[in-house]
């Protein structure tokens, strides 16, 4: 049995506070979850074990993801989830005029948001690295 797509659902979910999640129908979140796991894995490009064979219908990965793995896939996910405010329309057709400029501005906002896309990535990408290069194994390999 692999490991169920409610697993890294729960690590994403941990990390995110919005009420309109909360707010929403059960199928709806699950297809909304389906998706953003869908769009992390992608990026999580050196994992040992194959993350394209799963079973949506299911829910479920057909290998057993370790904690670090589901851990690191939870947090693409939270790119996937944070990508999506920065694609919104109101973000790529807003015009700034006098009026509507104040302190935080729509075009701050959304530099704002790039950034911590950005910083979510590089998270993910610095665990990646951590995952891929097993310090372990390197003292084991010299030792020989």
Same mark, same amino acid.
């Given at each position: 049995?692999?490991? +169920? ?8 979910? /941990? ?9 929403? #129908?059960?199928? &709806? ?7 953003? !796991? ?7 490009? /050196?994992?040992?074990?194959? !993350? ?10 057909? *290998? ?13 996910? &939270? ?15 807003? *015009? ?9 501005? +729509? *075009? ?9 896309? #950005? ?17 372990? /194994? ?7």
């Amino acid at each position: 049995m692999g490991t +169920p797509f409610s697993d890294i659902y729960n690590l994403f979910l /941990s990390q995110i506070k919005d009420y309109e999640l909360a707010e929403m #129908e059960e199928t &709806v979140l699950e297809d909304n979850l389906q998706l953003w !796991l869908m769009g992390a894995i992608p990026y999580f490009h /050196s994992c040992k074990k194959d !993350l394209e064979l799963l079973d949506k219908t299911i829910g479920s990965f057909n *290998a057993e993801l370790n904690i670090k793995e589901q851990n690191i896939l939870s947090i693409y996910m &939270v790119h996937s989830y944070v990508s999506t405010f920065l694609l919104r329309e109101e973000n790529l057709s807003q *015009a700034l005029n006098s009026k509507d400029y104040r302190m935080y501005s +729509p *075009a701050n906002q959304l530099k704002a948001l790039q950034s911590l896309c #950005e910083d979510i990535r590089r998270k993910g990408s610095t665990l990646q690295s951590q995952y891929s290069w097993n310090v372990h /194994s390197l003292k084991e390999m010299f030792k020989k």
